[in-house]
């Protein structure tokens, strides 16, 4: 069975009446996504980067026993992504950069949390709706690169702004009963509001312009524009 057969039968396996739910987060803020073995009809979860931590597939039932309560990954609300929208329309060209400091500010929270909880300041939950994707992989490399500097200068976001964005967010990746992936939702409602705006110029300041004299480097640049208009219509002519 290749790769492709199997991700397709794993996706039956959740959307069938077995009503498993395709993504969830454990307890300790590890994300699983079910998996059909090779020669085993029956769906398991495999935690993302699971060969990395020592952790084998298992049923829902023994996962649900070893490191629950689980939360189904699952979409924002509306009322959630209303709330995002309005912040960053209301940021207008700091809104990029509100949205680097939210996700470091965030990312920290998590941290201190973990802290207290194990003894260890190092926290996945924000990446566990979906960790191996390149979108969580950019979240991580901006928040605490650019998004941390950010984070000393004031003058550069909206704090109307980021405190809405940093309640959301927290409220994604921390009610119980429920998991809201980040990296890629965020991504796309910065692009619908982008789009909205008249593009990049309109959501982000001189320093994040290409071809700024007094800008940022241009490869950090191109990583804050390709992370936040992943999926614009205007920056790809779709």
């Known amino acids: 069975m290749d790769g492709d057969e199997r991700y397709t039968r794993a996706r039956r396996h959740s959307e069938s009446g077995d009503k498993l739910p395709y993504r969830v987060v454990d307890a300790h803020d590890q994300g699983w996504h079910v998996t059909v073995m090779p020669n085993r009809e029956e769906a398991v979860y495999s935690a993302d980067y699971g060969w990395k931590r020592g952790l084998g597939p298992m049923t829902r039932d023994e996962l649900e026993a070893e490191r629950g309560p689980l939360r189904p990954v699952v979409p924002p609300d509306g009322e959630e992504c209303e709330r995002i ?29 973990e802290a207290e909880r ?39 976001y909206d704090a109307q702004s980021v405190g809405t964005l940093v309640a959301v967010l927290d409220g994604w990746t921390s009610s119980p009963g429920r998991f809201v992936e980040v990296a890629a939702n965020l991504s796309d409602l910065f692009s619908e509001v982008a789009d909205r705006s008249g593009g990049w110029p309109a959501v982000s300041d001189r320093y994040l312009q290409v071809g700024s004299a007094v800008g940022h480097p241009l490869d950090v640049v191109e990583s804050v524009r390709g992370y936040l208009l992943a999926t614009s219509r205007v920056e790809h002519g779709w």
């Open 118 to 156: 194990s003894g260890c300041r190092v926290s996945g939950r924000l990446y566990a709706g979906r960790e191996g994707s390149w979108e969580s992989a950019a979240v991580r490399s901006l928040a605490w690169g650019l998004g941390a500097k950010l984070s000393e200068r004031p003058k550069r």
């Open 85 to 113: 929208t309005a912040a960053l329309t209301s940021a207008g060209n700091r809104a990029a950069a509100s949205v680097l400091v939210s996700l470091y500010r965030i990312a920290c929270l998590h941290a201190d949390e």
